[in-house]
C-alpha cells in the first residue's frame, strides 16, 4: 500500500499563507488529489492531479508537487476555510492521507 | 447537475452482509472514464477508501479489505452497489459514494452505518 503522510494539525491566522504537505510512501507520479472536509459534511474536490484547481474552487487554493512530496497551499487563509484537508492517491490503487486539521486563529 | 445517494441498511448485526446502493443523476457509468467510488469514514477518523467500478466494468478494491468486498453497477437505472461480508463493529461507519473522474469529484451525503449485537 502507499502510504501517505500527513501533520495532524495546524493554527494560521486569518490573511496568512498556509501550506500543508502530504509525503508518500513511493512516488505516485502526479496522480495526487486533495479534499476539504467540514464538520458534517461530505469531503469536497479542491485539486486534481497535483495541481488543478477543481471547477468553483477560489483561486487562493494551490497545489504542487510530483513524486513523493506535495503541498496544497492556501493563500490568504480566511475563517472559513477551517476544515479538515485530506490529501488521496491515485498512483498506487488509491489511499487517503490521515488529514489535516486546519484551525484558524 | 450531478448528484448521489446512498442508501443502507441503517444497522446490522455482527457477520451479516452490508448491502449499499448508490443512485445517481447528471452522468452515466457508461461514460468513457467515468467511475464511482465507495469511501468510509469512522465518526471522527479519517477516509478509507473501500472500491472503485469504472464505465467498462473493471473494478478496483482496497487490498486490505478485497476478500471481503463486492462492487457492481446497474448502468441502465444508474446505480452502484457495494456488499461487505461477514460485518464487524471495526465496519460501523459513513459511507460514501463518490463519482472518480480525476479525483472523487461528487460525492453523496454519506449513510451511516452501525455494526452492533
Known amino acids: ?105 | 447537475q450531478v448528484t448521489l445517494k446512498e442508501s443502507g441498511p441503517g444497522i446490522l448485526q455482527p457477520s451479516q452482509t452490508l448491502s449499499l446502493t448508490c443512485t445517481f443523476s447528471g452522468f452515466s457509468l457508461s461514460t468513457y472514464g467515468m467511475g464511482v467510488g465507495w469511501i468510509r469514514q469512522p465518526s471522527g477518523k479519517g477516509l478509507e477508501w473501500l472500491a472503485n467500478i469504472w464505465w467498462d466494468d473493471d473494478k478496483y478494491y482496497n487490498p486490505s479489505l478485497k476478500n471481503r468486498l463486492t462492487i457492481s453497477k446497474d448502468t441502465s437505472n444508474n446505480q452502484a452497489f457495494l456488499k461487505i461480508t461477514n460485518v464487524d463493529t471495526a465496519d460501523t461507519a459513513t459511507y460514501y459514494c463518490a463519482r472518480y473522474n480525476s479525483g472523487f469529484d461528487y460525492w453523496g451525503q454519506g449513510v451511516m452505518v452501525t455494526v452492533s449485537s
Open chain 1, 1 to 105: 500500500d502507499t502510504v501517505l503522510t500527513q501533520s495532524p494539525a495546524l493554527a494560521v491566522s486569518p490573511g496568512e499563507r498556509v501550506t500543508i504537505s502530504c509525503r508518500a510512501s513511493e512516488s505516485v507520479s502526479t496522480g495526487m488529489h486533495w479534499y476539504q472536509q467540514k464538520p458534517g459534511q461530505q469531503p469536497k474536490l479542491l485539486i486534481y492531479g497535483a495541481s488543478n484547481l477543481e471547477s468553483g474552487v477560489p483561486a487562493r487554493f494551490s497545489g504542487s508537487g510530483s513524486g513523493t512530496d506535495f503541498t496544497l497551499t492556501i493563500d490568504p487563509v480566511e475563517a472559513d476555510d477551517t476544515a479538515t484537508y485530506f490529501c488521496q492517491q491515485s498512483w498506487n490503487d488509491l489511499t487517503f492521507g490521515s488529514g489535516t486539521k486546519l484551525e484558524i486563529k
